[in-house]
């Protein structure tokens, strides 16, 4: 199964955890009206969620008088992968990360952090960029964000059924349309676990992918696999004062993941993706 399919396939069953809770609640109406719900989510996404992350991390717009070095790195490798130009941006924080966001290549913006500005050098910088890029190139931030907020829906929705048994809320509704007891325990227990690991499944999925064509843009995998390093033992001695539903867009995992926390970060393993970008290395012989 290639990526494309795999995270259609993994979006389609966030949207039908989101329709199936609908069912127990609602029945047939509930279905609906969870179905459009998810179409609310999509059409959010799409045209503001690139504003918002933005705007959250207080991002400041950098010019090539700015910052001459960066803004030459992402004009010619946006000119190599035959895209228009991100937007570029600044986030003043020790803390060494990255990350891309937009609907698609005509509306994109690449930000980073002043930290990675002190510590990555100019080859450094450039497999960040490509991984970033081919975030772009790829639509990944799109669904990324789709695939974030739907899962942040079925937890919001699981909370409140939660609350709601707690109090009463769902007091004799023991039917088949409401789903009675089973259904509250599917929702309240099963579906957020369930909504997380799909979202983990398509954020793991499509970081791999960007590494991989990130590299094949910038013809240097080792490039990626030392900022890769550098950054990772960064962010585990300074974490990043990041929001958790945003943490998937950045390079590396901004917060802290050690023990158990690691099997639910939204990045695989960064030794694994080291260790993919050396083998691609050594298979076009630049190891």
């Not at 020790?94 to 966001?101: H, I």
């Not at 930000?111 to 990555?120: D, E, H, K």
């Not at 995992?253 to 993919?276: C, D, M, Q």
């Not at 970008?277 to 298979?283: D, G, N, S, V």
Request: net charge neutral; aromatic share 6%.
């Amino acid at each position: 199964m290639n990526n494309f399919v795999k995270t259609t396939f993994l979006l389609g069953l966030l949207t039908g955890l989101l329709m199936l809770i609908g069912g127990l609640i609602g029945g047939p109406r509930g279905v609906l009206t969870f179905f459009l719900i998810s179409m609310a989510i999509n059409f959010f996404s799409y045209w503001v969620s690139d504003k918002m992350v933005l705007r959250a991390y207080n991002a400041q717009p950098i010019s090539q008088q700015d910052d001459p070095e960066l803004y030459g790195i992402v004009q010619e490798l946006s000119a190599a992968a035959k895209i228009p130009m991100p937007r570029l941006y600044l986030i003043e924080t020790d803390t060494p990360n990255a990350f891309a966001t937009g609907r698609n290549p005509h509306h994109a913006a690449v930000a980073v952090t002043s930290g990675i500005r002190r510590i990555c050098t100019r080859e450094e910088l450039k497999g960040v960029i490509g991984h970033e890029l081919s975030h772009v190139i790829n639509r990944d931030i799109l669904t990324s964000t789709i695939a974030a907020a739907m899962a942040g829906a079925v937890m919001l929705i699981g909370n409140m059924v939660r609350w709601s048994a707690i109090f009463g809320g769902f007091g004799g509704r023991e039917d088949e349309e409401g789903g009675g007891i089973i259904g509250l325990i599917v929702m309240v227990v099963l579906a957020p676990i369930a909504a997380t690991l799909i979202q983990l499944a398509i954020s793991r999925t499509r970081e791999y992918q960007a590494d991989a064509s990130g590299a094949r843009l910038t013809h240097h995998p080792l490039y990626l696999a030392n900022a890769l390093r550098k950054l990772e033992a960064a962010n585990e001695q300074l974490p990043m004062n990041a929001g958790p539903a945003t943490a998937h867009l950045f390079i590396v995992n901004p917060l802290s993941a050690a023990g158990v926390s690691r099997l639910f970060s939204t990045h695989p393993p960064t030794e694994e993706r080291i260790a993919r970008l050396e083998q691609m290395a050594t298979r076009s012989g630049m190891a």
